[in-house]
C-alpha cells in the first residue's frame, strides 16, 4: 500500500500533448484557398443579390467611375436607388422622352457639378455599367441612350472574369 | 525489453516535428489573406454608344493610308447577320462579306462560327478595328456580352477591340 503510493508521488506530470495535425491540415487548405483568391486590389465593390452577371473573357480592369447599376427590379446611380423596373419597362423613363427622366437629370447635374466645373475633369469619363444577364436589349438601349443624351457615350460593362 | 520499449518511445517523441511555430504563422498569415481574398473578379469590357461627330482632318488622312471597314453584327431572334461598310471599298466587294449565322444550334456553335466569319473579314482587312452590334430588342444581355467577347478576340488575338452598342435606327 505504502508502495503504491510513493510510485503514484513520483511519477512526473506529462504536459497534455496538443494533436497539431489536424489542425496543420484544416488551415493548410484554408491557406492554399486563400493564396487563389488572393487579389491585391480586393473588390469593394456590393452588388446586389439579385443580379446576376454576365461572365466574359475581358481581362481589362474597371476604373471607379460613376457607377450605374441595372437589375431585374431596380435602378442604381452609385449606391442611389432611383428608379424600379416593372417587366423589363424603367418607371418614369419615357422611350419617346429620355431627358424627362430621372437618370437623365441626375447625370446632368454629375455632369455639370463634376466635369464642367472642374477644368481638370477627364471629359471622356466612362460609366461603369453593370447590368443583369437576364435583361433584354429593349430595356439595356433605353438606359445607354440616356446616359449617351446626358454626355456620357462611353462606358464600361462589368463583367465576371470566366 | 522495456529498456527497450522506453527508449524507442523517447526516440519517436523526439522525432516528432515543433509544429507550434508553424501554426503561429499560419495564424498571421490567415487574417492577412482574408483581407486580400477576392471572391469575385470584376473586368470591364470598353464600348461606347454611336454619337454625332464630325470628322477631323487627321482621322480623314489616316483613313486614306489604310482601308478600314466598320464591321456590323446584327443579333436577330433567330439569326446572327453579318455586314461591312466602308467609303473606300466597292459596293460589290462589301456584298461580298456579307454572311447569315443561323442561331438554331448551341450558342456556343453560333459563336465559333461567328468567330470565324469575323476572322475572315479581319485577315482580309487587318487595320478594321470597329464593330458595331445592333441586337434586337428582345436580344438578352448575357448574348451581347457574348457577341462581343467573339469580336473582340479570336485565340487570344485581336479582331475589333474597338465595339460600339447600339439599337437598331429605322
Known amino acids: 500500500m505504502a508502495l503504491g503510493r510513493r510510485n503514484k508521488r513520483n511519477r512526473q506530470f506529462v504536459p497534455p500533448k496538443l494533436q497539431l495535425t489536424s489542425m496543420m491540415d484544416m488551415f493548410t487548405i484554408i491557406l492554399i484557398f486563400l493564396l487563389v483568391s488572393f487579389s491585391d486590389k480586393p473588390e469593394t465593390m456590393n452588388l446586389e443579390k439579385n443580379l446576376e ?64 466645373g472642374d477644368p481638370k475633369a477627364d471629359k471622356e469619363v466612362s460609366i461603369l455599367f453593370l447590368c443583369d444577364k437576364r435583361l433584354s436589349f429593349k430595356t439595356v438601349n433605353s438606359i445607354i441612350k440616356t446616359a449617351g443624351m446626358a454626355g456620357y457615350p462611353n462606358f464600361q460593362f462589368g463583367v465576371l472574369k470566366k | 525489453m522495456s529498456i527497450l520499449r522506453k527508449q524507442r518511445k523517447a526516440n519517436r517523441e523526439e522525432d516528432d516535428p515543433d509544429m507550434v511555430p508553424v501554426m503561429n504563422l499560419f495564424l498571421v498569415l490567415i487574417p492577412f489573406l482574408l483581407m486580400s481574398a477576392s471572391f469575385y473578379h470584376l473586368k470591364a469590357i470598353n464600348t461606347s454608344v454611336p454619337v454625332l461627330s464630325q470628322q477631323s482632318e487627321d482621322m480623314e488622312e489616316e483613313a486614306k493610308k489604310e482601308i478600314k471597314l466598320t464591321v456590323i453584327v446584327e443579333i436577330k431572334e433567330k439569326q446572327i447577320d453579318v455586314s461591312a461598310l466602308s467609303g473606300e471599298v466597292g459596293v460589290e466587294l462589301l456584298k461580298g462579306l456579307e454572311r447569315t449565322i443561323d442561331r438554331k444550334g448551341s450558342d456556343e456553335q453560333t459563336m465559333k462560327a461567328l468567330s470565324d466569319c469575323l476572322e475572315k473579314i479581319k485577315s482580309g482587312f487587318p487595320a478594321s478595328d470597329t464593330v458595331i ?27 475589333f477591340p474597338k465595339v460600339v452598342l447600339s439599337g437598331k435606327v429605322g
Open chain 1, 53 to 116: 452577371l454576365p461572365v466574359s473573357d475581358a481581362k481589362l480592369d474597371y476604373n471607379d467611375n460613376i457607377k450605374l447599376v441595372l437589375s431585374r427590379d431596380s435602378l442604381y446611380l452609385g449606391d442611389e436607388r432611383i428608379a424600379g423596373i416593372q417587366d423589363g419597362k424603367i418607371e418614369g423613363l419615357n422611350p419617346t422622352r429620355l431627358e424627362d427622366s430621372v437618370l437623365y437629370k441626375e447625370l446632368m447635374a454629375y455632369h455639370k457639378e463634376e466635369i464642367d
Open chain 2, 133 to 159: 452590334i445592333i441586337p434586337e430588342e428582345d436580344v438578352v444581355y448575357e448574348t451581347i456580352i457574348q457577341t462581343m467577347d467573339v469580336a473582340r478576340y479570336y485565340n487570344e488575338s485581336p479582331l
